[in-house]
């Protein structure tokens, strides 16, 4: 698992978190995790792959 920072909604505030890479079906990459304050499901879009 890799570190990045995203926006949690319930929090509103930027947050590193512990997630994984994903690719969505439209081709898109994106870094999910956990927010680790309060638990909630963390997205963060990343560039496309080269």
Not at 9 to 21: L, M, N, P, S
């Amino acid at each position: 698992m890799a570190s990045y920072e995203g926006y949690c909604v319930k929090c509103r505030e930027k947050r590193q978190f512990e997630g994984e890479e994903v690719e969505f079906p439209n081709g898109r990459r994106a870094a999910q995790g956990i927010c680790p304050t309060c638990g909630t499901k963390m997205n963060r879009i990343l560039g496309k792959k080269t």
